[in-house]
């Protein structure tokens, strides 16, 4: 089974090659088409061809072109009227030649809409008669039988992605561009919650600068934030972490009677309450550090916030 599986990766991946290999200057007008439209993209195909459309069109819409999927039988029984005259329409289909989404090309014709189409025959009806066309012909389905569609599929998706790459380049959509389209999702929290929503405002482990070793244990243990802060809101002095604790433990003899100050990084990274959270974690992967303090615009310590906290 594993030797069938690497066939199968093996197939694909040199027919999307080859479908790379004859990219050309229509994809490239293809994409200007979209960009000038003031409509959305309508995407349409027949069965595995739709089922490759609705991921096609769920891309595009997530990553700044507003675009939807239109059924290609259910568009000739009524749902042509969602198309505008500004729509872009993207028709997806191996063959070229699928009855149902045929049916719909004389009325984008007279309705004068720019439509792409994504086929595998660059002489079939669908291409001849499109604006554009982006050939993902293959050489060989992944089936044994040469039947069920796969690397077909593959090349077509693939083409989508490509298309919704580079409209998303051309239209410089941004990480927080991307958020906002997804509220819901790990990348949409950091990218519109700001630093003060999530970190860490109660119990913070101050200690004053004169405390024992001993009493600089039990305060980080207290503060279970696996550090402690040396000074107060107003004036930190610097902080202490549990990694500065082993290396001093390497470092020195007898740490216990060691005035804490010795220990203390004096320059720890401090960021406003205001930023954005995605901003606070590139910097700490930057910095390759777990933890930042985090200051008021008065510049007072109000909390701390952790990478590692977040889901």
Do not use: W
């Amino acid at each position: 089974m594993k030797s069938i599986a690497q066939k199968v990766f093996d197939i694909e991946i040199a027919s999307l090659q080859y479908v790379a290999s004859m990219i050309d200057e229509q994809f490239s007008q293809a994409v200007e088409s979209i960009l000038e439209s003031k409509g959305r993209l309508v995407v349409c195909g027949m069965g595995k061809s739709g089922h490759i459309s609705r991921k096609i069109s769920a891309t595009f819409t997530s990553t700044g072109t507003p675009s939807f999927f239109m059924h290609p039988a259910e568009a000739f029984h009524g749902d042509l009227g969602m198309i505008s005259a500004d729509d872009v329409v993207v028709l997806v289909s191996y063959s070229g030649e699928t009855e149902e989404v045929l049916k719909i090309v004389p009325y984008l014709q007279y309705n004068k809409n720019t439509f792409i189409a994504i086929t595998g025959n660059a002489k079939s009806t669908l291409a001849i008669n499109a604006n554009y066309h982006l050939n993902v012909c293959v050489k060989q389905e992944a089936c044994p039988l040469e039947l069920a569609p796969t690397s077909s599929t593959t090349a077509t998706l693939v083409m989508g992605d490509a298309l919704a790459v580079a409209l998303m380049t051309a239209r410089d959509f941004s990480p927080a561009d991307f958020a906002r389209f997804h509220p819901g999702g790990r990348l949409g929290r950091k990218l519109l919650v700001r630093v003060k929503d999530l970190m860490r405002t109660d119990k913070l482990p101050f200690i004053d600068s004169s405390a024992t070793f001993t009493q600089l244990v039990l305060q980080m243990s207290e503060g279970k934030l696996g550090m402690v802060i040396v000074g107060t809101p107003d004036k930190v002095a610097g902080v202490i972490t549990d990694g500065d604790l082993r290396r001093g433990f390497v470092k020195y003899e007898d740490i216990h009677h060691l005035p804490i100050t010795d220990l203390m990084n004096t320059n720890p990274r401090i960021i406003n309450e205001h930023e954005l959270v995605y901003d606070a974690e590139e910097l700490m992967m930057e910095r390759k550090i777990t933890t930042l303090l985090v200051h008021n615009d008065d510049n007072t310590l109000t909390g701390v916030y952790q990478i590692f906290n977040q889901a």
